[in-house]
Each structure stands twice: as C-alpha cells, then as structure tokens.
C-alpha cells in the first residue's frame, strides 16, 4: 500500500562505511516520522492495523533493539500482536512482491550486504541451505574491492558504475571455488588478489576500471555457475536473486542469460525492493499470518533481538 525509506549513506560516507552506534541514534530520530508518512500514503488509520512486523536480526544489535523496542511498544499500545521478522527470510520472498511472481519451490540466490546463501525454497518457512560464502560475502568484497580502488561509499554500486567503462581479461583475478565441487562461496582472496594489483602498479583511471569490470566478471562467473549448479542439481527451473548485489546489472545480463541457454528463468525483486526496506518485511510477516492466521501476543512486552541467526532455523 505504501513504504519509505530513509537511506544513512550520507551519514556513514565519512567514516567508509556503518558506525553502529550513530545508526542506532538515528533510526530512533527517524522511526516515527516515517511510520506517521507511510500510514498517511497508504490511508491507513492506527485502528486497521492487525499486526505490526519487525526486523528482529540478523543485523546490528543496536539498530535492531530500536526497532524491535519501537514495534513492540506500538503493538502494545494498539493490542495487536507484534511479529519478529528474520531479515534474510524479507529478502528472500521479496521477489513476490512482484506482479509477475515465482512459484515455489524455486532456488534461491542471496546476495545482501554480508551474506552470500543459496537456498531451497519450498514454500514459506521451509528453506533449505545448500550453500553459503565462509568468509567474505559477494556484497562485502564489492565494497572491499571498491575501497581498495578508491571509490566512495557504498562501494558496491560505485565500483559496477566503474566497471561499465572498462574492459575485463587485461587483468587475471581468480575465480575462487569455482571447480569446489560444491555450493560454497569465498570473496576474501578475490579481494586480495585486487590488492596485489593495487600494490603492484600506480594504476591510472582507465587500469581500474579495467580491474573493476575483471572483478565484476570474476564474482559474476562464480554466482551464475553454482546457481545453475543447483538449479541442475534439484531439477528446478526457477531461480531467484534477492539482495541489494541482485541489483547489479551485469549479473542479471549474465543469469538470464545462462538460466535461459538451461531451460529456466531468473525472478527478481522491484529495483527499489532490491536493497534493506519495510515493505519485504511486512509481506514476509503477511504471509506468515496467512499461512498461521493471528494468534494473541501473550508474550507480555518481552522480546529479543538475534544479531547472528542462520536462516535455516526457521520453520
């Protein structure tokens, strides 16, 4: 019906990236001014509300208590039920927000900030882990990788903009785990691999956008090859791609077009819903009220956060 965003880029780009306690202080400013917005464009009153849904982890602890204390307060005062939401689990039903839609059970390729997951999907709350990155994600060795080439932050946008003007092959970057024989990922030794070069040579602009577009086509290679690994390997023809890497256009170009050689087909969420947003959270906890109905919150006020929670815990 209606969702805003509030982005802190410009708060963090001094620093290079999230300082945890100045997100924390600001996502209590800006809670209520945004929940009073989207309530007004949606032409919601307080009292049409059945249930309030929130980001309980994983996360940051501190900007995940101030939303969790916020939601849980507001339900509270409305005396409706408040619905912890895994953050993972928004972005991986994101994608059916949109009008055209997958049908389970798909494959599921995560690429948020700090994680890099492939999953089964078989309906909603049964997921399966197939596969995850054991040290950097793809997001993290974007914005790594962007640092090292001395781009502004957030890294991972900045750099795929700088890669459009180059040309990839002039420099060798590994393609890590690729012939691993399994659905696992590492990014860390692509970004030090960058490193080497970096240190090597006094690069001109034109060198990193060349290293830039080598590195978007190095991380590329490996995504695209273990999805369609897994798409094979469970005789499933959809795939989808959540999280804010899902945004990058290079990767979409060269998913689509493997998953279309295989037989399948590659859903994605809105652009807009690609990156952290309320609305993948809300529909996350709306379809678990469809799926579970409205039970009463007899929790009395209690709840608690989960920085680290695998997503394959839930049910």
């Known amino acids: 019906m209606a969702h805003a965003v509030h982005t802190q880029v410009a708060m963090h780009e001094a620093y290079g990236g ?24 949606a032409k ?91 040290d950097d994600a793809a997001g993290e060795a974007f914005d790594k990788t962007a640092k090292l080439l001395g781009l502004g932050y957030p890294g991972g946008p900045a750099l795929a903009k700088l890669a459009e003007r180059g040309v990839a092959g002039r420099f060798k970057l590994p393609r890590p785990m690729l012939a691993s024989g399994d659905l696992s990922f590492s990014f860390s030794g692509l970004k030090t691999a960058v490193l080497t070069q970096v240190r090597q040579r006094d690069l001109s602009d034109a060198d990193k956008a060349d290293l830039a577009a080598e590195f978007q086509e190095a991380v ?18 959809n795939l989808v791609v959540a999280g804010g890497v899902g945004a990058n256009r290079r990767l979409r170009q060269r998913l689509n077009e493997a998953m279309a050689k295989q037989g399948g087909r590659v859903f994605y969420p809105e652009m807009e819903l690609c990156t952290d947003n309320g609305a993948m959270i809300a529909f996350c906890a709306a379809q678990r009220l469809l799926q579970n109905g409205i039970t009463p919150n007899d929790r009395r006020g209690a709840f608690a956060v989960r920085p680290r929670w695998p997503l394959n815990e839930l049910s």
């Open 18 to 41: 999230v300082v945890p306690e100045l997100a924390s202080r600001d996502h209590i400013r800006r809670l209520i001014p945004l929940t009073e917005r989207v309530l007004t464009e």
């Open 44 to 134: 919601c009153a307080r009292a049409e509300i059945d249930a309030i849904a929130y980001t309980a982890g994983p996360g940051l602890a501190g900007a995940l208590l101030a939303g969790a204390s916020f939601a849980e307060s507001f339900a509270m005062a409305l005396g409706i039920p408040a619905l912890p939401v895994h953050h993972l689990e928004g972005h991986l039903l994101s994608p059916l927000l949109s009008a055209d839609a997958p049908a389970f059970p798909f494959i599921a390729l995560l690429v948020s900030g700090g994680h890099t997951q492939l999953m089964r999907v078989s309906r909603v709350g049964n997921y399966k882990l197939l596969g995850e990155s054991l």
């Open 220 to 237: 590329s290679d490996v995504l695209v090859a273990k999805s369609l690994t897994a798409c094979r390997q469970h005789q499933l023809a």
